[in-house]
């Protein structure tokens, strides 16, 4: 280099006054040891990529909080997610950011709440659909999804030098502009609304919904054999040296319900009862969890052939509660609501070496603490002022910690109805508020956790608490994409 410089030097002394000189060779001198430091640090970088672990965050769809043999049903069988949970933790109090789909993805792909982007507190309507005020307003300007101004944690890993793939359900904007090769997934394969026929791919208004990058693409197979196979692709695609994050969210237990083996030579009739969400056949319904079971263990193989599950978390949870053709026991409600059935949800991870096996967890979290554990684990960071508002669920983990000083929040609109709650400790707010009436509850939940008792007259002064947390949370992230609060519905 410095051979290098004295000849730059000495060539440019006949075209520039000597008092110039010192500057020019000070400069390039500064640009030179500049580049060559820019190339150790990436050079450190890919190393240090190699110790980062992978990632792997599976998502079931309508998943009931006792659907899996390790949270308690035994008419279905599940060996393979009931595994998993021996070889990790198993979440007791694990919830979904939202009582549907849109919500909890939106949140976990941001790793804040919902209610920060707008139109998004419920589930994108079948048909590119906005189903309460602010949604409208966005459909109506073909803005109804998650924008591409909000950093995900996908970009991020992207960014930092992950390989990162999507397959399976989206169901966060049918507009090209929100496909999620905008937002960070270099490999993608989804289904873009909130529920296709398995095999042809429609949906209630017999839109296609099988995409790549924006794009339609043909398939054959059962949805949930071909979201399996494109991860497994993508796990034998990959090296030793580059970390990356998979996320693979199914369609199943999600209606139409149709099993491995219903195929059919048309598409069901679009008044098909299997459409119904709160009553699928059970032996169809158990059908889809098991198929999806056995699937997630050929992940899991495809890991540990490639010599990867030592160097690799894998996190299992659902979106949203059951509906009623789930088994939510021992909650009440049901998926739409912010009973304890249509939020809590089984939540599992495993890391080996790290998280010990057969460990129970008792800590109430959110999805969006997976957002905020994987951020950790690969070092990465936001750098836009949005915080991520999750905690580090793993590393509580593996602390030992079960109990966190915070609060959880849910909202949950969908025409003039609104669902709101707020978990403290044990104590629970839940409000069911409509036009016509409003009605509001306190329960505790670790003497009832059926939410069965109803506590707001004998414990006022907590009731008062929780209501008044709830609406300064609520107060503070509502905002739509016009920077201003939303007050329709708000009294």
Same mark, same amino acid.
């Given at each position: 280099m410095? $051979? +290098?410089?004295?000849?730059? @030097?000495?060539?440019?002394?006949?075209?520039?006054?000597?008092?110039?000189?010192?500057?020019?060779?000070?400069? &390039?001198?500064?640009?030179?040891?500049?580049? !060559?430091? @820019?190339?150790l640090s990436f050079a450190e970088s890919k190393a240090d990529s190699a110790t980062r672990p992978n990632i792997v965050l599976i998502l079931a769809d309508d998943m009931g909080y006792g659907d899996l043999g390790c949270y308690g049903r035994t008419?279905?069988?599940?060996?393979?997610?009931?595994?998993?949970? !021996?070889?990790?933790?198993?979440?007791?109090?694990?919830?979904?950011?939202?009582?549907?789909?849109?919500?909890?993805?939106?949140?976990f792909l941001t790793g804040r709440y919902q209610q920060w982007i707008g139109g998004l507190e419920c589930a994108i309507g079948t048909g590119n659909v906005g189903r309460y005020d602010d949604a409208i307003r966005l459909r109506?300007?073909?803005?109804?999804?998650?924008?591409?101004? %909000?950093?995900?944690?996908? @970009?991020?890993?992207? %960014? !930092?030098?992950? !390989?990162?793939?999507?397959?399976?359900?989206?169901?966060? #904007?049918?507009?090209?502009? +929100?496909?999620?090769?905008?937002? #960070? +997934? $270099? @490999?993608?394969?989804?289904?873009?609304?909130? #529920?296709?026929?398995?095999?042809?791919?429609?949906?209630t208004v017999a839109g296609y919904n099988l995409f790549r990058d924006g794009n339609p693409v043909s398939g054959e197979g059962h949805f949930t054999d071909l979201a399996t196979e494109e991860a497994i692709k993508f796990l034998n695609h990959q090296s030793s040296d580059q970390p990356f994050f998979l996320y693979l969210p199914y369609t199943c237990p999600h209606s139409p319900? $149709?099993?491995?083996?219903?195929?059919? &030579?048309?598409?069901?009739p679009l008044d098909s009862p299997l459409w119904n969400q709160g009553s699928a056949p059970p032996e169809t319904y158990i059908a889809m969890i098991e198929h999806m079971d056995q699937r997630i263990g050929d992940v899991l193989k495809t890991l540990s052939h490639n010599k990867f599950d030592e160097n690799t978390v894998v996190i299992f949870a659902s979106d949203n509660g059951g509906t009623k053709s789930a088994r939510n026991a021992p909650l009440s409600g049901h998926k739409g609501s912010t009973f304890e059935g249509g939020i809590r949800v089984p939540g599992i991870i495993r890391w080996p070496g790290k998280i010990p096996p057969q460990t129970t967890s008792d800590l109430p979290c959110l999805t969006f603490d997976f957002t905020r554990s994987i951020a950790q684990l690969a070092g990465v960071s936001r750098g836009d002022g949005k915080p991520f508002e999750g905690i580090d669920i793993i590393q509580a983990i593996i602390d030992g910690d079960n109990q966190h000083d915070r609060k959880l929040y849910w909202r949950k609109q969908r025409g003039t109805k609104v669902w709101k709650a707020v978990r403290d400790g044990q104590l629970k707010y839940v409000s069911e508020q409509s036009p016509q009436r409003t009605r509001e509850y306190l329960f505790d939940l670790t003497a009832d956790v059926g939410e069965q008792n109803d506590l707001k007259e004998t414990h006022r002064v907590d009731f008062n608490r929780l209501r008044e947390s709830y609406h300064h949370w609520e107060k503070r992230v509502r905002q739509n994409r016009r920077g201003k609060p939303n007050t329709a519905s708000e009294q």
């Open positions: 410095i $051979q +290098f410089l004295a000849k730059t @030097q000495a060539g440019c002394r006949r075209l520039f006054p000597r008092h110039l000189l010192h500057r020019i060779a000070t400069l &390039a001198f500064i640009a030179v040891v500049g580049l !060559s430091t @820019q190339t008419d279905i069988r599940t060996p393979n997610l009931d595994r998993l949970a !021996s070889d990790g933790v198993r979440l007791t109090n694990h919830y979904a950011n939202g009582a549907e789909c849109t919500p909890t993805r939106a949140a109506e300007t073909n803005d109804l999804g998650l924008p591409g101004t %909000e950093t995900t944690i996908a @970009q991020l890993l992207s %960014e !930092s030098g992950y !390989s990162t793939a999507i397959t399976g359900k989206w169901h966060l #904007g049918y507009e090209p502009k +929100f496909a999620p090769n905008h937002h #960070g +997934f $270099q @490999q993608t394969f989804y289904c873009i609304g909130g #529920g296709m026929d398995y095999f042809h791919y429609l949906d319900f $149709q099993g491995p083996d219903d195929v059919t &030579a048309d598409p069901i």
